[in-house]
């Protein structure tokens, strides 16, 4: 089966840093690779699919990036709403494995 | 607005059954794949399963193959989790969601709680 590794596992920063998190596939699963935000207490929420599509209502300082093994989520100018746990996904076959997620937090 | 309501959730022993449902609205069922994703108390998601939306087509995580069975009744709007020989390391929020076109869980249900435990 395909691995997805994230990283990092946890990561802090400042009110209008860019932050960047990673996704790595062991294998390669094209642009089949979505986003997930899951903010405290509440459901996850589909940010982007196929590597770097927006979904409709998600604020453009996140975007996405990536094909083949390694895939990108980007936050430009971080703010306080943003601070959640981020989950990538494979889902070209089964299994729809998730990253193991990472938690932004705000300095 | 698409809804996707998890109910079933519950204390069981290990070696129990629970059986999961989802009632969606705002939608047509029968025309979207559906996926069970459940979380263990302060960790990751994990994808359980998913079914075509005809039913023909099921795939299980290897956590829970043989054990877990996924269903659905387009006429009532339904998607169903059958989970038997439950452990404890199934204990979980189960989320139900409705899967876009490649399969990305674009809605999701609030979840339903499941412990397993003596």
């Known amino acids: 089966d395909i691995q997805m590794t994230q990283s990092p596992s946890s990561l802090s920063a400042s009110i209008g840093d860019r932050v960047t998190i990673t996704c790595r596939a062991s294998?390669?699963?094209?642009?089949?690779l979505a986003w997930y935000q899951q903010k405290p207490g509440k459901v996850p929420n589909l940010l982007i699919s196929a590597a770097s599509t927006l979904q409709s209502g998600v604020p453009s300082r996140f975007s996405g990036s990536g094909s083949g093994t390694d895939f990108t989520l980007t936050i430009n100018s971080l703010q306080p709403e943003d601070v959640a746990t981020y989950f990538c996904q494979k889902y070209n076959i089964a299994p729809r494995t998730f990253g193991q997620g990472t938690k932004v937090e705000i300095k | 607005q698409v809804q996707l309501v998890e109910s079933g959730g519950g204390l069981v022993k290990p070696g129990g059954s629970l059986r999961l449902s989802c009632a969606a609205s705002?939608?047509?069922?029968?025309?979207?794949?559906m996926s069970w994703i459940r979380q263990a108390p302060g960790k990751g998601l994990e994808w359980v399963s998913y079914?075509?939306?005809?039913?023909?087509?099921?795939y299980y995580a290897d956590s829970v193959k043989g054990r877990f069975t996924i269903s659905r009744d387009n006429a009532k709007n339904s998607l169903y989790l059958q989970m038997n020989s439950l452990r404890a390391e199934d204990t979980a929020v189960y989320y139900c969601?409705?899967?876009?076109?490649?399969?990305?869980?674009?809605?999701w249900g609030q979840g339903t709680l499941v412990t397993v435990a003596s």
């Open positions: 079914i075509s939306n005809s039913g023909s087509v099921i």
């Open positions: 969601a409705r899967d876009g076109w490649f399969g990305e869980s674009i809605s």
């Open positions: 294998q390669d699963i094209s642009n089949y």
């Open positions: 705002g939608f047509t069922l029968g025309d979207y794949y």
